[in-house]
Every structure is written in structure tokens, then in C-alpha cells.
């Protein structure tokens, strides 16, 4: 397959996960069919998706035009069957029941072509789990979409050790045609983004639970602070940027008060030890260039700024606390 032309996508699982990342490939030029539980609601899926993109761009959120391109692109089938047996790309974006995706995708196995393209969305199972409900597992892999899909740029990317290299390539040149960010990551449960989310959750529940603070004193304190950098740059950099010997200090404090499971990690020990203190030094685990320092600090501060300035421009989200 020519991953520069427009490829046959197949969608089953047509809910806000999956209808949203139909909506990209229709808004990219690619011919769309989507199939969900049933055809009814697979009407009322592809009837939301329409509406929708018209609402998108009547907001701005989509050029103007999309809707129509969408509409173009977009149909539904009667069945998995119909919808997958001329695709070259199929994504199963169903629930996370590993019972429902091994009945969905061993239908999708025997319905499609031989060298069509199948990837789950899912994102927390190991995609070598499914990989035993598709035949020619080569040709399978994880490709997660984060919602919503229209306006998140990132996706995952998780091949599995059958995964052909030809099919991995294909996928990252085709999802990053859409205008997202791939990364390819590697098999394990959660992948990267949930399993990051997810301890984050678990501890900010654990501090609820203990009293140190409301949900919404946590949440106003982890998107006014860390969690306001992290839209902008990812742990290591930041720790880079802070300083590793700063980290492991800290670190100290919090093994003293919550135990082992706080202890600065070995690899961030040693680095220290080393002398490696992040960008003031040699540059850290993000590999910063030290020399580069000052354009480094600037650029953040800039763009810290004007992340600012955004938050205040966007006022408090509707149904919130002020």
C-alpha cells in the first residue's frame, strides 16, 4: 500500500473515541465507513458526527469547509463486515471488554482483505493480548488515539514483536499525515500515556482520602503549577530544566515521610552522583544542549507566558468553581 494516497479506513467502534478519529481521516480526504453496535446506532453515530463537525466549525475549532469534506467522506455500513472488507486500514475502538474485542476483531480477521492493516485503540490492554483474536498478527498493532481525537495530538503507537516493520512505518507515515504526533512505545499495559495518568490519579485520590486536600484544590494547584508545565514540556525536560541534583534532594524528604516508594529513582542517583545536574551541566536525560542555556530558559519563559495569557483568555471552564 502506498501510504501517500488516500487510504480505505474502516471504523468499528464509532462512539466520541472512534467517531472522532473518523472525523480526522474524513477531514484529511480519507473515504471513511464506520459500523457500531448495530445500524441504528450507527446511524445515529454517523448523524452526531455530521452535526458535530458543523458545530466545530461554526466555533472556529475546524476550517472553514470541513463539514462538508466530512460529510463527503463519511458513510456507515450494515454491518462489520460490509464495512471492513474493502479497507486497507482498520481501527477497532470498542469498549475495553477483552470479551467484545476478541468477538469483534476475529470478525474483522476473517471479513478483511489479506494485507489490511487491523489496530486496536485500546488503552490500557497489551496489544500481544489481542493479537491472538487476529489472523496474520503481522499485521496488527496498537495505534491509541487520546480524546478527544480531533484535537489531541498525540497518539501512541504500539507494534507488538509480530508487528511487520513495513506495517509499523506504513501507520506512523499515515497517522502523522493527519497532523499528529506519533510515538512509538512499547507493549506493556497502559502503554505510556495511562500508565503516567493513571499513578497521578491514584495518588491525588490517596491525598483526597487522607485530607490533604479537595478535588479542587488539587486540581487547581496540579494545572496552575506542574501540570501547567507539562502542556508545554514533559518530565524529563522539566526535571532537566530544574535541576537533577534538586530533584534527587527532594526526593530524600519524600522517602523520609512516605518510604521507599518515594526514593529518588537509581538512574536519577547516579546521574547526580556523576555530576550530571540536568541542562546547568551535561545536559540530563532529555539531553539538553548546556551551551544552549539561556535560548533554553528563554524560550520557556516565553512560552510559559504565553500559556498565561491563554488561561486567562479562556476564563474559568462552564460548570466549574471559580
Known amino acids: 500500500m502506498d501510504s501517500e494516497s488516500k487510504s480505505k479506513i474502516a471504523i468499528v467502534g464509532a462512539g466520541y473515541m472512534g467517531g472522532g478519529m473518523a472525523q480526522v481521516f474524513a477531514l484529511n480526504g480519507h473515504p471513511v465507513s464506520i ?4 445500524t441504528e446506532t450507527t446511524k445515529m453515530s454517523f448523524d452526531r458526527l455530521i452535526i458535530e463537525s458543523r458545530s466545530f466549525e461554526e466555533l472556529g475549532l475546524f476550517a472553514p469547509g470541513s463539514a462538508e469534506i466530512i460529510s463527503r467522506n463519511l458513510s456507515c455500513g ?3 463486515e460490509e464495512v471492513v472488507a474493502g479497507a486497507d486500514y482498520i481501527a477497532e475502538a470498542v469498549p475495553e471488554v ?6 469483534v476483531l476475529t ?3 476473517i471479513a478483511a482483505k489479506d494485507d489490511a492493516i487491523i489496530a486496536s485503540n485500546t488503552s490500557a490492554i497489551p496489544i500481544s493480548k489481542l493479537s491472538v483474536f487476529v489472523t496474520n498478527p503481522g499485521r496488527f498493532l496498537g495505534v491509541h488515539w487520546v480524546n478527544p481525537a480531533p484535537f489531541i495530538p498525540g497518539v501512541e ?3 507488538t514483536a509480530e508487528t511487520s516493520e513495513e506495517v509499523l512505518q506504513y501507520v506512523e507515515v499515515l497517522i502523522g499525515s493527519l497532523g499528529k504526533v506519533t510515538s512509538r512505545v512499547s507493549d506493556v499495559a497502559g502503554f505510556i500515556i495511562n500508565r503516567l495518568q493513571f499513578a497521578l490519579y491514584k495518588e491525588a485520590v490517596t491525598m483526597f482520602e487522607e485530607g490533604v486536600g479537595t478535588p479542587q484544590e488539587i486540581d487547581a494547584i496540579v494545572s496552575n503549577t506542574f501540570g501547567f508545565r507539562l502542556a508545554l514540556f514533559g518530565p524529563f525536560a522539566i526535571a532537566d530544566m530544574a535541576g537533577l541534583d ?10 523520609e515521610a512516605y518510604g521507599e516508594r518515594f526514593a529518588a529513582p537509581d538512574s536519577l542517583a547516579e546521574k547526580v552522583k556523576n555530576g550530571d545536574f540536568g541542562l546547568k551541566t551535561c545536559g540530563g536525560f532529555a539531553g539538553l544542549d548546556a551551551s544552549k542555556k539561556d535560548e533554553i530558559v528563554a524560550y520557556r519563559n516565553r512560552a510559559y507566558a504565553a500559556l498565561s495569557q491563554l488561561k486567562k483568555d479562556l476564563g474559568t471552564p462552564p460548570g466549574f468553581p471559580d
Open 98 to 103: 477483552i470479551q467484545i474485542k476478541n468477538e
Open 78 to 80: 450494515k454491518n462489520i
Open 157 to 159: 503507537i504500539i507494534p
Open 246 to 255: 534538586v530533584f534527587v534532594g527532594a526526593y530524600k524528604s519524600l522517602a
Open 35 to 38: 459500523f457500531d453496535l448495530d
Open 107 to 109: 470478525k474483522i480477521s
